[in-house]
């Protein structure tokens, strides 16, 4: 006899819904899904429209109750901002899940898919989707106010260079330029013999100040001022201010170095030219070809000043030159430069060509003049020093003649020079007709020192056509491929202007 086995598996029972007569599984209301929301809607009391400030300055949304914070569009840290719009009304509910819904980035709407559940009727628990919708609304935050006042700050850093030329300050501007150093500055005022840049910080102050330190030979002071104070809850309001003295030397200063400090730079020359000012002073011995670095702190333990001025600078034609092959070195003599080479030449100014006095010299620019060439240099003969250490020298021993640089003609370099640089925005203050004579000067310092152009973002302007590196007088030109592309998009994906951007070209 077999007996049959009944299967275990048993379907549940159906039941009619109470309101419409549907049939359903059993639950706890004994309703059906579409008749229990009709009855209670778990979303009540959560708005679905909210308002969020952003700050269109900075790029930053206001997070309650003070503070602005750095959100990407549909990021974790912008959607924790928006459920803390709705916090409270979330707390009487569960929710599930979040999510942000694709909108147009310029539609200034932001929208969030939440998913909840509620307990309702009897036990039964209701999950719901809906959508709220955040409308981004325009505020100026604090600090961009500050900003725009233009006469808030609470900290300054107060550059100085007591000098005639600012090459130097060029040069600096260029490095500010390139790491970025101005973005938090409030104002920059340039006046006669430095700038001020201005921070609604002081912490933003001490930055600047280190990267200073970093880039040129300097010393730094620094100060501070009592505005207000409250005894009852001991807070105190200062402003803060650096002062950063930069050395007063420039590239083609001649120098006059102490005896003990060119004694222990290798037995170096007392008569020095500066070629480079970077974060050290560079100083070439034109009569040997010894190099020396002098940092910040060895040149205020051991000062010396500028022979000469750059308006000082004479026009000298070549007469004869030659090389000096085998130069003999004395003991303990410190490196020699591999990028020049000394030369011998017997040189006439310009304005004395209708005479016979000639002035011989050696030179570090041995391998840039012929018989011909034009000069700019120093005549140190017919000078009145005024320096305690030339004073105290043999006159066997100072030069007459100290070559700078090959003249070249300025007009031609100023037409085919096809690249540009970027400025700050700065409130300038008493002019000099001469600045520009000085900054064209720093353009053809970048032309013919690769050492300092390695450290300037230069720019191609599209409007000079582009031609070949040298010119028929042999004048040094940057290349192309040191250049970047200055890009600038009209517009981006929010109907802003857009930003500039910066490639590098590719080499011809």
Not at 272 to 300: E, K
Request: hydrophobic letters at 35%.
């Amino acid at each position: 006899m077999e007996y049959m086995t009944e299967s275990t598996d048993r379907t549940p029972g159906h039941i009619l819904c109470c309101e419409c007569g549907v049939p359903i599984s059993p639950n706890p209301a004994n309703i059906c899904v579409a008749c229990l929301r009709s009855k209670v809607d778990i979303s009540q009391g959560i708005p679905k429209q909210v308002s969020v400030s952003f700050c269109k300055q900075c790029q930053r949304y206001f997070q309650p109750p003070a503070t602005w914070i750095q959100c990407a569009l549909e990021s974790r840290e912008l959607l924790a901002l928006c459920l803390k719009k709705i916090k409270a009304p979330l707390s009487k509910v569960r929710l599930v899940d979040a999510g942000f819904v694709w909108t147009e980035p310029h539609s200034k709407r932001l929208k969030v898919k939440l998913t909840i559940q509620k307990e309702v009727m009897n036990g039964a628990i209701l999950q719901q989707v809906f959508v709220v919708d955040y409308v981004v609304q325009p505020q100026m935050c604090g600090d961009c106010h500050r900003v725009e006042a233009k006469d808030f700050w609470k900290a300054v850093v107060q550059v100085r260079q007591k000098t005639l030329h600012k090459k130097t300050f060029y040069y600096l501007e260029q490095l500010i330029l390139k790491y970025g150093m101005h973005q938090n500055t409030l104002r920059i005022k340039e006046i006669h013999d430095g700038l001020d840049f201005y921070y609604s910080s002081k912490q933003h102050a001490q930055k600047m100040v280190e990267f200073l330190q970093c880039t040129v030979p300097c010393r730094q002071k620094a100060s501070q001022r009592l505005i207000s104070q409250d005894i009852h809850s001991n807070t105190y309001n200062y402003k803060s201010t650096f002062s950063v003295e930069i050395v007063p030397i420039c590239k083609d200063n001649v120098v006059c170095l102490s005896p003990k400090l060119a004694q222990s730079l290798g037995n170096m020359n007392q008569i020095c030219v500066c070629i480079r000012v970077t974060s050290a002073i560079h100083l070439i011995d034109p009569n040997t070809l010894q190099v020396a670095d002098i940092d910040g702190s060895t040149f205020w333990s051991h000062p010396f000043n500028s022979l000469c001025h750059p308006k000082q600078l004479e026009e000298f034609i070549v007469m004869e030159c030659s090389v000096v092959r085998d130069l003999k070195r004395s003991a303990g003599a410190g490196m020699i430069s591999k990028k020049h080479t000394l030369g011998e030449v017997w040189v006439q100014k310009t304005s004395e060509m209708n005479t016979d006095k000639q002035y011989f010299c050696r030179t570090h620019l041995g391998h840039l003049l012929n018989p011909g060439d034009l000069v700019l240099g120093f005549d140190l003969a017919n000078c009145n020093l005024n320096d305690e250490y030339v004073n105290k020298m043999n006159s066997d021993r100072v030069p007459d003649v100290v070559l700078i640089k090959k003249n070249y003609d300025r007009t031609k370099r100023q037409r085919r020079r096809n690249w540009k640089l970027k400025e700050l925005a700065r409130d300038r203050e008493n002019m000099d007709t001469d600045d520009e004579r000085q900054y064209q000067d720093f353009l053809e310092d970048l032309e013919e020192d690769e050492a300092i152009r390695k450290n300037v973002n230069i720019y191609r302007d599209a409007t000079i056509p582009v031609e070949s590196d040298t010119d028929e007088e042999g004048a040094p030109r940057i290349s192309l491929a040191e250049m970047l592309e200055d890009l600038h998009i009209s517009q981006d994906a929010t109907g802003e202007e857009g930003m500039p951007l910066h490639k590098e070209t590719e080499k011809c």
